[in-house]
């Protein structure tokens, strides 16, 4: 079987497929289990300490190629046999792995060509994980022999829940550029541009001499003496997401013809750094989507990013119930500096994500290792066993999921959105950009805070997402979008919506061509502005706004055209009277939003007091309805719905003080009825069935 980007699923999912672990009647709670670490006599206990911390479902065999398969032709299945056997006397699901994650030494040493290659022409050693090159025909064909072995053998088995298709795919090297890489690059090129006379107008290669003859002269954008095109670059990012996924859809087809109607999903990991890989086009091609999620030990506020990732990953799952399928009940070990979480903070992070729609919570792993890397990463049952603080959370979180299992199945709904988009982030990391320092993700999650203090929830999606469900919309520096996308907002806003757009947004096309005629180009008629030049801010310096606040990183030289009105100006400086933030309301229409409609911009990056004014503004003129109103500072709410008239409020109190909130209904956490008004301890939480 040969490599290839082309992303059409080989084999399409059934329609009769389920979209949730087979067997799992309940709120999905465990974690990784890795057996073949320990001895027999441990393997039994765990069983056991799985029962008493209430776990019903685990992901198996997720490393385990070289324990399966010690030698070419030799095999060992007895451990995951008896695994399998007794993890179904117990009543435990399993979430089975290709066990394709980690190649067998044997094999990169008999064919270390496939071994991937950086960016530098290095070729990486084995010795650690996910040491291929996707691109690799070679591999490829072993991992699907191996992915059709375990599949036939567990077939059948009872236990069988899901599949879990490699592991983290594309974490380690998702930009791969080796030979074989090049000649899959160079594939898919040609299929996305048919001629090269089209990929040379794309590229824009009229500039420094790069025009090419044929598609053979092609190269991944390897290291050079200088600034790489950046088209160049932003088609390998998005070739490179297309065959880590059309490797997942290699190993589907094999588990498709196997195990007709066995689910199947990859675990996602939307917050990973450099976001190499589109789950927004992968999202489709799984059964259930599930997500890895890990926090900054740095972040003094953890809890925005987990709302705005859980948020993120419900869109992409079509805001049906989702996989946590790993998070940490406490530190990791491969940060800098690798911080501990207390017992109400680790719960809390948990809940946090149930509340923005999971059903399902997972962890990395069940049992702390003894040896291996990830030796000091935390795990459900730690290296101090049962008399510690993180075994005694593993057993209360079992215990709260039990107490709120009335909520599966149920939905979040928001009325606003956030617009997100992975190539528009690539684009802004291909160096050439009027300010290195501007963070859009950062910005993106900024802003979704910004709404969920006013206790308004929101959807975070692509620019091709269906907008007409939303009376808020918020266009966070998005500095891609295809004019059939731009199309879309501005058809949001004239049918009733309010539009917010920020700095360095429609900025440029899919081919990373800037829109002439200034400003925030695709955005531009809409919001009634012109921008002629951006004003870059030096590190430390920050403007002075004239409602007192200051702005720093970015500004702009903008003028706000007829019919537009001027919010806030800046004061003093060169950009003195310019316009920040502009407002500028449109013709009445019929949908989502009551009313006219309006187009907010705002030019600059304001401190997070005039971020908060500026989204409290829009919120109010949308007339989107909050969960909750009037949140102290630190409370995070979101509810959820069955469809049925049954709804829960989730209360999330990131605080350190107490809280009391009006509400009325059953709290399930404490098992008792809350009459007028919820009192939430410090870090304390709650499940609210609403009155």
């Not at 069983?47 to 209430?54: D, I, K, S, Y």
């Not at 599949?163 to 000649?183: K, M, R």
């Not at 948990?350 to 990830?374: I, K, N, P, T, V």
Request: hydrophobic share 40%.
């Amino acid at each position: 079987m040969s490599a290839t980007a082309d992303v059409t699923p080989t084999t399409p999912p059934s329609t009769s497929t389920p979209s949730w672990p087979i067997g799992l009647d309940a709120l999905g709670y465990g974690g990784d289990y890795n057996p073949e670490q320990w001895p027999d006599e441990i393997r039994v206990e765990d069983v056991e300490l799985m029962l008493e911390a209430g776990v019903n479902l685990v992901s198996l065999a997720i490393f385990s190629w070289a324990r399966i398969q010690p030698t070419e032709g030799t095999f060992d299945w007895e451990w995951l046999d008896v695994t399998m056997d007794r993890l179904h006397a117990a009543g435990i699901r399993v979430d089975l792995a290709t066990a394709t994650a980690s190649p067998p030494p044997w094999l990169s040493h008999k064919h270390p060509e496939i071994l991937p290659v950086t960016v530098d022409g290095t070729v990486l050693s084995p010795g650690s994980r996910q040491h291929y090159r996707i691109a690799s025909p070679v591999f490829r064909r072993y991992a699907v022999e191996m992915t059709r072995l375990v599949a036939e053998r567990y077939a059948d088995h009872p236990g069988l829940a899901m599949w879990h298709i490699d592991n983290e795919i594309g974490c380690h090297a998702p930009h791969e550029f080796s030979d074989d890489g090049a000649a899959a690059f160079r594939r898919w090129l040609e299929a996305r541009y048919g001629t090269i006379d089209a990929l040379n107008h794309a590229w824009g290669t009229a500039f420094w001499s790069q025009l090419y003859s044929s598609f053979e002269e092609i190269l991944p954008p390897r290291a050079a003496t200088a600034q790489i095109n950046p088209t160049h670059q932003l088609d390998f990012a998005r070739y490179s997401s297309d065959e880590l996924l059309s490797y997942y859809l290699d190993l589907r087809a094999v588990l498709a013809e196997v195990t007709p109607g066995i689910p199947c999903t990859t675990n996602f990991m939307v917050m990973n750094g450099p976001n190499p890989m589109d789950y927004y086009s992968w999202a489709p091609e799984m059964d259930i989507v599930s997500n890895d999620h890990y926090l900054w030990g740095s972040d003094p506020n953890p809890e925005r990013e987990i709302a705005f990732s859980a948020d993120m990953v419900r869109s992409m799952a079509g805001n049906a119930p989702w996989i946590l399928m790993e998070h940490s009940t406490s530190a990791v070990n491969w940060q800098p500096t690798n911080r501990s979480r207390a017992p109400h903070e680790s719960l809390r992070n948990s809940l946090s994500h149930l509340a923005h729609g999971a059903d399902a919570l997972l962890f990395f792993q069940w049992r702390q290792s003894r040896a291996g890397a990830e030796k000091y990463h935390s795990a459900m049952y730690p290296h101090a066993g049962r008399d510690s603080d993180v075994w005694r959370t593993t057993v209360r979180l079992g215990d709260v999921l039990r107490r709120v299992g009335e909520i599966r199945g149920s939905r979040v709904q928001s009325r606003a959105a956030v617009l997100y988009d992975y190539a528009s982030r690539w684009a802004t990391h291909t160096g050439s950009q009027p300010n290195q320092d501007l963070d859009v993700r950062g910005l993106a999650v900024d802003v979704h805070a910004a709404l969920g203090r006013r206790g308004v929830s929101a959807d975070v999606v692509e620019p091709s997402a269906d907008l007409s469900g939303y009376d808020l919309i918020v266009v966070p520096a998005l500095y891609l979008i295809s004019d059939d996308d731009a199309a879309a907002v501005v058809a949001a806003a004239e049918r009733g919506a309010t539009v917010l757009v920020t700095f360095y947004s429609g900025i440029v096309d899919e081919n990373d061509h800037v829109r002439l005629g200034g400003y925030p180009g695709a955005f531009r008629d809409l919001l009634g502005v012109r921008s002629e030049e951006f004003w870059a801010l030096q590190p430390g310096q920050t403007i002075a706004l004239d409602d007192g606040g200051s702005a720093s990183l970015w500004a702009e030289k903008v003028r706000a055209l007829e019919g537009t009105e001027v919010v806030r100006t800046i004061v003093g400086g060169d950009l003195d009277g310019v316009p920040a933030l502009t407002r500028r309301v449109l013709g009445g229409g019929a949908g989502a939003g009551a009313g006219a409609g309006s187009a907010w911009y705002l030019s600059v990056q304001p401190d997070a007091d005039g971020l908060q004014k500026v989204v409290d503004a829009v919120i109010a003129e949308s007339r989107v309805a909050p969960v909750l109103a009037d949140l102290p500072d630190g409370v995070e709410v979101t509810r959820r719905a069955d469809g049925t008239g049954r709804s829960w409020l989730f209360v999330l109190n990131h605080t350190r003080e107490a809280v009391t909130l009006p509400t009325s209904g059953h709290d399930l956490v404490a098992g008792v009825d809350v009459a007028e008004a919820l009192t939430l301890e410090p870090g304390g939480f709650a499940v609210v069935r609403e009155a």
